[in-house]
T-cell receptor, first 113, second 113 residues
Framework: DGGITQSPKYLFRKEGQNVTLSCEQN?????MYWYRQDPGQGLRLIYY???????QKGDIAEGYSVSREKKESFPLTVTSAQKNPTAFYLC????????????FGSGTRLTVV | KNQVEQSPQSLIILEGKNCTLQ??????????LRWYKQDTGRGPVSLTI?????NTKSNGRYTATLDADTKQSSLHITASQLSDSASYIC????????????FGKGTTLSVSS
């Protein structure tokens, strides 16, 4: 079955630690996205990539970094510079033109301990 | 400013009853409008997607309507089931491809027996 796989489902981070969230898709989508979801708020875009080896900052990129070395993979690193990282993180992919085929992963819940 | 407003913020209904969720938007230029269902701790799953020329679309017991003139959409759920308990998110896409998805904050629906 085609889809997007996020791992791990739950992740705990200590103060000052970097952590990396995995996102893999086998939908052959060109574009991939990372969103952050906080209670009572809409999804906010962190980073997106429309092509391999290229990515752009979204609305809340500070304290995060990404890479896009392969079409299938778009990992997100939450750095120690992100002061409030506790949130639900969602990865998505789409066919670039007209935003069709937009599919979400099942999410990773990150908690600072 | 591009915005998507959803109402009500939360809703409680008895199993078997119908309900309607509202979405108003000020996104321009408009490309399409989607409704997603998000179960707690999971990624959003697409229910319907409508373009400018479509004014209604159904997916089982879910029926979405779109009035592009008034920039309003509704999601009607018929004969609700306990499994309908979730957050319902309205998402509007602006005409350019890539990142131009504007997310509403969602309506939390609770169906009780």
């Amino acid at each position: 079955d085609g889809g997007i796989t996020q791992s791990p489902k739950y992740l705990f981070r200590k103060e000052g630690q970097n952590v990396t969230l995995s996102c893999e898709q086998n939908l052959n989508h060109d574009a991939m996205y990372w969103y952050r979801q906080d209670p009572g708020q809409g999804l906010r875009l962190i980073y997106y990539s429309q092509i391999v080896n290229d990515f752009q900052k979204g609305d809340i990129a500070e304290g995060y970094s990404v890479s896009r070395e392969k079409k299938e993979s778009f990992p997100l690193t939450v750095t120690s510079a992100q002061k409030n990282p506790t949130a639900f993180y969602l990865c998505a992919s789409s066919i670039v033109r007209a935003n069709y085929g937009y599919t979400f992963g099942s999410g990773t819940r990150l908690t600072v301990v | 400013k591009n915005q998507v407003e959803q109402s009500p913020q939360s809703l409680i209904i008895l199993e078997g009853k119908n309900c309607t969720l509202q979405c108003n938007y000020t996104v321009s230029p408009f490309s399409n409008l989607r409704w997603y269902k998000q179960d707690t701790g999971r990624g959003p799953v697409s229910l319907t997607i409508m373009t400018f020329s479509e004014n209604t679309k159904s997916n089982g017991r879910y029926t979405a309507t779109l009035d592009a003139d008034t920039k309003q959409s509704s999601l009607h759920i018929t004969a609700s089931q306990l499994s309908d308990s979730a957050s319902y998110i309205c998402v509007v896409s602006a005409e350019q491809a890539g990142t131009a998805l504007i997310f509403g904050k969602g309506t939390t629906l609770s169906v009780s027996s």
